[in-house]
């Protein structure tokens, strides 16, 4: 599966994301920290993060809130992504620039589970506030709620 998300964080860099000659200090943060996540690379991507980050998972329907602290919960984040799920896709479909320390990005990402293989779809935001050049924040926004049981009279996404 890593070359799987390797496929979809290159191909990022193949659409209209990269047009800009100067990317913010938050978007080249980022685009780092994706690169050695699709690379599978824990130390790098903990290395993306300051000593006091803060990760917070919202949590979505079928996964639970939480929140990670510092460097090892970095770690804690992303060992439990890269060692507990099997990545389906993982698509990054844009990005919006706020200023040089903040990123807004938004995806979806399709995962079974290694323990029971239940399978988990989620659409989601992640916001990301940037100093130094380390990201400094991360929080997520997911719904893994099926288009199709969005009600009222506007239907489905």
């Known amino acids: 599966m890593k070359s799987l998300i390797y496929f979809?964080?290159?191909?990022?860099?193949?659409?209209?994301f990269n047009k800009k000659v100067m990317k913010t200090q938050a978007r080249q943060a980022v685009d780092k920290m994706f690169e050695v996540f699709?690379?599978?690379?824990?130390?790098?991507?903990?290395?993306?993060?300051?000593d006091d980050t803060v990760l917070i998972h919202h949590g979505t329907q079928i996964m639970?809130?939480?929140?990670?602290?510092?460097?090892?919960?970095?770690?804690?984040?992303?060992?439990?992504?890269?060692?507990?799920?099997e990545v389906?896709?993982?698509?990054?479909?844009?990005?919006?620039?706020?200023?040089?320390?903040?990123?807004?990005?938004?995806?979806?990402?399709?995962?079974?589970?290694?323990?029971?293989?239940?399978?988990?779809?989620?659409?989601?935001?992640?916001?990301?506030?940037?100093?130094d050049g380390l990201i400094t924040k991360m929080e997520e926004f997911a719904s893994s709620a099926a288009p199709e049981s969005y009600g009222g009279n506007a239907g489905g996404l």
């Open 88 to 131: 389906v896709y993982f698509n990054i479909n844009e990005f919006v620039e706020a200023g040089n320390d903040k990123l807004f990005v938004f995806g979806n990402e399709h995962f079974i589970s290694k323990q029971d293989q239940s399978e988990m779809k989620n659409r989601w935001v992640q916001i990301y506030t940037v100093k």
């Open 38 to 50: 699709a690379q599978q690379n824990i130390d790098a991507i903990v290395d993306a993060f300051s």
């Open 64 to 85: 639970p809130s939480a929140k990670f602290i510092g460097k090892e919960g970095a770690r804690m984040f992303f060992e439990f992504n890269i060692n507990a799920l």
């Open 8 to 16: 979809f964080v290159k191909d990022f860099n193949k659409r209209n």
